[in-house]
Every structure is written in C-alpha cells, then in structure tokens.
C-alpha cells in the first residue's frame, strides 16, 4: 500500500491550491485520513481529518478556508485550500488508516508568498 500526495506548489496570497492524495495497492477499507503540515524545525501539525463516513475536524487556523473532502470509490482524499496566507506555507503530509494501518503519505510544498 502507498500513499501518493500531489498538487503542492508556490502561489501568491490570497490564491487557491488543491492537493490530493492517492492511496494504492491492496486495500480492503481505509478509516481515517488527514493531513497534517510541518515547517522547518517543527513539529507536525494537524490540518484537517476525515472519518470514513464523512466527519470532518480542521484547525483553528484553517476553518472557514480549508476543505478536506474524499472519493471513497478512487481511494483519493483532498484538500482545497482558499485564502492563502504566508503562513500556510508549509510540507502537506497526508496519511491514511488502511486495514487497520497507518500510512504517510510523501510531503508535498506548499509555498505562498506574500
């Protein structure tokens, strides 16, 4: 099984970027998925999570701009991302919990410039 992340990138404040994040492989069911971002010498830190049934969590520091959102029948999770601030710029990691295991995803650049 693999996680395969996609659609980081540099934009302007302001701008929009949507990433996306595959899983691959043998897989029975997948539970949980999020996303979580790291900045230089710092800890990971939750974006947003979605429940297989659709249940949705975000950061404070992302509601109201972010989605998180799933294709159940293409294994792909989503995340849009609005209003970009500077300080969204960051390493995107997905993960997912498939049959029970957790997986990562590889980070994917999310740069946004002021």
């Known amino acids: 099984v693999q996680l395969q992340a996609s659609g980081g990138g540099l934009v302007q404040a302001g701008g929009s970027l949507r990433l996306s994040c595959a899983a691959s492989?043998?897989?029975?069911?997948?539970?949980?998925m999020g996303w979580y971002r790291q900045t230089s010498g710092t800890q990971r830190d939750l974006v947003a999570v979605?429940?297989?049934?659709?249940?949705?969590t975000y950061a404070d520091s992302v509601k109201s701009r972010f989605t998180i959102s799933r294709d159940n029948t293409r294994n792909t999770m989503y995340l849009q991302m609005n209003s970009l601030k500077p300080e969204d710029t960051a390493v995107y990691y997905c993960?997912?919990?498939?049959?029970?295991?957790?997986?990562w995803g590889q980070g994917t650049l999310v740069t946004v410039s002021s």
């Open positions: 979605i429940t297989s049934d659709g249940s949705t």
């Open positions: 492989g043998t897989i029975f069911s997948i539970n949980r």
């Open positions: 993960y997912a919990w498939i049959d029970s295991v957790a997986y």
